[in-house]
């Protein structure tokens, strides 16, 4: 196709078909009891009914959504790109020099500072790139610097993955994970597709899966409790992608299916289409009917129709595959049990794949608003006894290195989508895909790399039990410190923001505008003498990053969902 509708389907989804299957329904008997409100009709809806029912000839119609259309439209798209487990940050986005104990031990453990065996060596130092000090986690991803600010001083709850992860989804607000969700909250993907989801056919896709993770009763977890997917209007909806296989019967699912409740509400719709267009509240359902239409008016002039053989062509780009290192293996799903629970699934291919399926789905103007999540349940999740950083002859082995998952989850398949991004063009604006885009690249907290000893050896217990759990004790555990980074055409690029203490471990408050509190230590972290924090500076979380996700769209956070926390800013070019 050579102009772009506001939704419109790939060449590579449709087909030559016979049209004459599309014939009419009589209108007139869908008008009664129609439940569902005009305002709430999708893109989905429209073009299932068009395919079905075909579409009726209003020139009127078609220019007043056009006009109603143009005058609403800009294109955004978001990203979340989420390293489940908890990635270790201090060798990330938030690093810290400090010695190696593994090799040289201090008289008190509790000082001790636990790094990867290869530690101090050429590629596993902490450097500094541009404008942006990163550890060695981050050395694969140096050429992105240019686009992306980096949120150094970062702090989270530090417990629980699933709650970590819940306020990663949902902000900061007083809730609980078994709460059931109420209709004002939203994750930050349904606020962003309540607000910019409207043309699209799939416009709010994620492959976290909730229920994957092995800390959650899933008797428990039914209805609206955890992570809620239907909050908000339909088109803010979560839509489980999954493997390539299912995401391709979905959409030949949604092309052959309308149910009878919308398809009486469309043609109520289109039976009182004029007033429809002058009432200010439907004017997303009147988005959305313009871009059905103008899929279907292509389709029909072209002859094309979608069908199975053609969906299943979706994904197979023998260069794209090629380009994003996609393997037969990272197409399936993997199985981890948890805890000693059942094993768990999310469902979901690896990134890599996840990240071309995001592209295509982008290029084919499907969907907006996408969760990218690492597919292996805690794979970061990288716990490891003190006792362990040894092995029996007491020949160092080291803390855990996290440095070829983060290739292989994160830059590697990044690149490859950043790099198709800035090569294929909008819309024949001139300007690219990445030019609309904001990626969030996070994790739902870090990980220590330190443990203290003290309340055990106050235990009134023999020497020998005292020695036991302190070499058990975890020094590579949930952390509460963490970092986050932002990257796209609208953030402040080679920038960071934030820093942690080389001595306190800890972040170092912002100001508003993004620099350090001056009453700590840049370096090491601690309260100057004689001084208290600034009345203005704070430590971000979760909550900032997802007000900063909507800010950097050119969305008011306020009034999207419940979250408390303001939006950083400084993160945002011109910002």
Known sequence: MSKSPSCQLDSEIISAADTSEMGSVPRRSFLRGAGLAAAGLTCTDFLSHFLNCG?????????????????????????????????????????????????????????????????????????????????FLATDGQDLFKDMAVLSSMQTIGTGHSGERLHAHMGTYKFRNTDERQEDERSVMQAFAEVCGQPYLLPNLSWHWWLSDGELNEVQYTGRRGYYHALGPRHAHTIYAGTPARLKKFLLRTQEHSGSEIGRTVESFLDNAHNEFLDDTNIHAVKSYHAARSIYLELQQQGFRLDRATLLKLFTDPALREEFKVKPADELITYRSVNGNKARSKFAPNTNVQAMMTYELMRAGLSCAFFIESRDVRRFDSHYSRDRLWDKELKPIGMPDQTQMMREDLWTPLHAFVNRLKSTEYRDTGSSFFDHTNIVLTSEFGRSLHGNVDSILKKEIDELMKESEIGGQDICAHWNVSSCAFLGAKVKG??????????????????????????????????????????????????????TALYLNNINPKGHGRNERGPMTFIKRNG
């Open 55 to 135: 579409m009726p000839n209003d020139a009127r119609a078609g220019e007043l959504a056009s006009g109603a259309d143009k005058a609403a439209d800009d294109p955004r798209f978001l990203v979340y790109w989420f390293l489940e487990g908890g990635w270790a940050g201090y060798d990330m986005f938030n690093p810290v020099v400090t010695g190696n104990n593994v090799i040289q031990r201090l008289d008190d453990i509790s000082d001790e500072r636990y790094r990867v065996l290869k530690w101090g060596e050429e590629n596993y130092q902490i450097k500094k790139h541009g404008n942006i000090r990163h550890g």
């Open 494 to 547: 080679d920038s960071q923001f934030g820093a942690v203490g080389e001595k306190t471990l800890m972040p170092i408050p912002l100001l508003p505008d993004g620099s350090l509190d001056p009453n700590y230590d840049p370096i090491t972290g601690e309260l100057k003498r004689d001084r208290q924090k600034h009345p203005q500076s704070s430590i971000p979380n979760h909550g900032d990053v997802y007000s």
